[in-house]
């Protein structure tokens, strides 16, 4: 049955575009809200509005009961999760289905099967996807020194259940594995509540690139291009774009057909991202994990598409008929994100909650804003630092980086610090310019001389 009225389960601006998606659709919105988020965009955009608690997340968007029990009450058909928060917890998909509720996005065994690093690496081998050399679980120090010899240094400690860099850390020695082993284990055990490690070849020259898919449940699979996410910081995604330029065409299809083949096999049902490394000296490709949920950076590909990702995830939720067919879906631009964050660069990325005294984005052709902000806006203390998008589009990638460096000097938001200066100094940085960059080109190239 088409739905006709969801639960948003999230905040920010990931709510402001589920809003507008389904309002798009003819879907009624009930916004979760916490005592923060009363004044909020959302809340005055969608057609009923719940406080579910306090402003901490573990009372409030954290609670799966809680968030179960509002749809309930307020009669949902639907509930969004958005992203982070508990977008891939299979708990509240579970808990959607026992209740007759779509949950908007994958079934909650797959959620399960894909959620945890390890299993989804045994998963993706199972299909032929290409892995980097690795290993299983690595229970101690003198296991992991010992893989370690055996894969060749540098090596790269992950956390099974880890994402956006925690427990993870980079060996290039036995002496980096002692220092730093127990203290990963220890931080993704606090963060996740397991503390299983794996390791993998640490690849230098690398790009991480990562393709967006829906699925229909029924084992059909397309894919809308990639994107290339590699200007990172900490392994957080700073800024993102669509497709990835430098990749030759035999090397794209290797990716496109990797990740629709590992899903098509899963059946996987509605929106998720498959994200590889890419190694440039080598060129070859090989699978990091499967996000199970729409993506902050999904906008670049609706600009390239010109698709709307988040409506088809409401169509596909509702078990209405979509046209999978990748002839049709074509890439014939490029698209750039950045992620405009309030925090201050200079002071370690310290968040800079506040009052928005001015929001002066920039306006035109082939320019996006995602965001929920707006003048007189409160940035919260207890959240997420991002509060809002740029997106720009254009023919080529040339294009598309003079039209973001134009946007970016006449995008001005005042009564909070922002990332605004350091996102026009790489925007503006040659080797942006010239595509000559890895996952590491931040961090060694650009954030010493801006941070000092």
Request: proline share 5%; with cysteine.
């Amino acid at each position: 049955m088409p739905v006709n009225r969801v639960l948003v389960a999230n905040r920010g601006e990931i709510a402001v575009r589920i809003i507008r998606a389904a309002h798009a659709l003819g879907i009624e919105t009930v916004q979760v809200v916490s005592a923060a988020d009363t004044d909020s965009m959302a809340a005055d955009m969608a057609d009923r509005v719940v406080v579910i608690g306090p402003a901490q997340s573990k009372l409030s968007y954290l609670n799966p009961q809680l968030l179960l029990h509002t749809a309930i009450h307020t009669q949902c058909d639907a509930l969004h999760p958005g992203y982070g928060f508990l977008a891939e917890r299979a708990e509240l998909a579970s808990l959607c289905g026992e209740h007759d509720i779509s949950f908007v996005g994958p079934a909650p065994e797959t959620i399960d099967a894909l959620g945890d690093k390890l299993r989804a690496r045994a998963i993706a081998e199972d299909a032929g996807v290409p892995l980097v050399p690795g290993t299983d679980s690595i229970a101690d120090v003198a296991r992991a020194k010992e893989a370690a010899e055996e894969i060749g240094f540098p090596i790269l400690v992950k956390a099974s259940a880890g994402g956006g860099g925690r427990g993870m850390f980079i060996a290039r020695n036995a002496d980096d594995i002692v220092a730093s082993f127990d203290k990963a284990s220890t931080e993704a055990s606090e963060a996740f509540g397991d503390g299983t490690m794996y390791m993998e070849r640490f690849v230098a020259n690398a790009r991480h690139v990562e393709v967006q898919v829906l699925g229909d449940g029924e084992g059909r699979v397309v894919h809308y291009g990639e994107r290339d996410c590699s200007t990172q910081r900490r392994y957080q995604k700073v800024i993102e774009e669509a497709p990835c330029a430098i990749m030759p065409a035999a090397v794209r299809t290797k990716l496109h057909e990797a990740a629709v083949n590992l899903l098509s096999k899963l059946k996987y049902r509605n929106a998720g991202t498959v994200e590889f490394l890419y190694d440039v000296d080598n060129q070859d490709v090989y699978f990091i994990e499967v996000n199970t949920r729409i993506q902050v950076e999904h906008p670049v590909s609706e600009q390239v598409t010109g698709a709307d990702l988040v409506q088809l995830q409401f169509k596909i939720a509702g078990g209405e008929a979509v046209n999978f067919d990748q002839t049709q879906i074509n890439v014939d631009r490029h698209s750039i994100e950045c992620r405009i964050n309030a925090e201050d660069p200079v002071r370690d990325f310290m968040p800079s909650p506040g009052r928005i005294n001015g929001w002066y984005p920039p306006h035109g052709a082939g320019i996006r804003i995602d965001s929920h902000c707006r003048d007189g806006y409160l940035v919260p203390p207890f959240y997420d630092s991002m509060i809002g998008k740029l997106i720009v589009t254009a023919t080529d990638r040339d294009n598309a980086v003079e039209r973001l460096n134009v946007a970016l000097e006449t995008f001005e938001i005042d009564g909070v610090t922002t990332n605004l200066p350091l996102l026009r100094q790489i925007a503006n940085h040659p080797d942006f310019k010239a595509n000559k960059i890895s996952t590491r080109w931040l961090e060694q190239q650009v954030l010493p001389g801006f941070q000092s």
